[in-house]
């Protein structure tokens, strides 16, 4: 079975390293130094960094220029995420030099955008499929975005490379994630599947690696790893044991 990949989460909002639940504004708690966080993930054993910018998420404002000094200090692979939803800001979320980015709200309301993005830069695009039901959830998850699988239906067949999906009823409540919904996008896809929201113990990390051989190919894991449910270490090691 392949092995799971782990991203550790860094939200940046205000540039400090913080946690949301459920994705709501307001329902920060503060980590301190973004690039202190992703070292920290780095030191103990992380391949990737999920690196989010809230502010730019929410559109009231960016952190730009502090994740581009965090991609460039890290030496792992970094998903970018947040707020990119025009040529500009992605231009400068790929000029960072991150490993892919994730277009999240873009893809839902600038569709065609979205596809010339994904044709010009291949798998660097990922898209982020925030779900509430079987619904999709746009800008910082405040609206209403279309439905999952017809959705789902047009980016594969604009070539999309892989997908982040995200329960956003199970985002920061260390619930346990949404493993019916991760088996139901598994099989009307064959792209990969990035799994999102929940994860509270290494139990849920079991669970997740055993979904790698029908195409969930890693899990970021936030508010677990700050919380000290479990460590990194643990994690990666289990992912390691699952995978044989």
């Known amino acids: 079975m ?3 990949q782990l991203l550790p989460a860094v939200d940046v909002a205000d540039g400090l390293a913080v946690r949301l639940v459920q994705g709501e504004a307001g329902s920060e708690t503060s980590y301190g130094d973004p690039l202190e966080a992703a070292r920290t993930w780095q030191r103990d054993g992380a391949e990737w960094v999920h690196l989010v910018d809230l502010d730019a998420a929410f559109g009231r404002g960016s ?3 502090l994740l581009a000094r965090v991609v460039g200090e890290l030496d792992v692979d970094v998903e970018l995420s947040g707020g990119i939803r025009d040529d500009a800001s992605l231009q400068a979320a790929l000029a960072t ?5 994730n277009l999240g709200t873009a893809a839902l309301e600038s569709p065609e ?3 010339a993005a994904i044709a ?3 798998d660097r695009i990922a898209v982020g499929l925030d779900v509430r039901g079987t619904k999709l959830a746009a800008r910082g998850w405040t609206r209403e975005g279309g439905e999952l699988y017809e959705t789902l239906a ?3 067949a604009e070539g999309c490379a892989r997908y982040v999906v995200t329960d956003i009823t199970k985002d920061g409540t260390l619930k346990g994630p949404n493993l019916e919904l991760l088996r ?3 099989a009307a896809t064959d792209r990969p599947v990035i799994a999102s929201g929940g994860v509270s113990s290494l139990a849920d990390i079991r669970a997740l690696a055993g979904l790698a051989d029908i195409g969930v190919e890693g899990a970021i894991v ?8 479990f460590t990194l270490p643990e994690a990666l090691a289990l992912t390691v044991e699952v995978a044989g």
């Open 97 to 101: 030099g991150c490993r892919r980015v």
């Open 63 to 65: 952190n730009r220029e």
């Open 113 to 115: 955008w979205c596809a």
């Open 184 to 186: 139901e996008v598994c």
């Open 222 to 229: 936030g508010k677990a790893l700050y919380a000290g449910q």
């Open 2 to 4: 392949p092995k799971l």
């Open 154 to 156: 047009r980016l594969d």
């Open 120 to 122: 010009e830069h291949g």
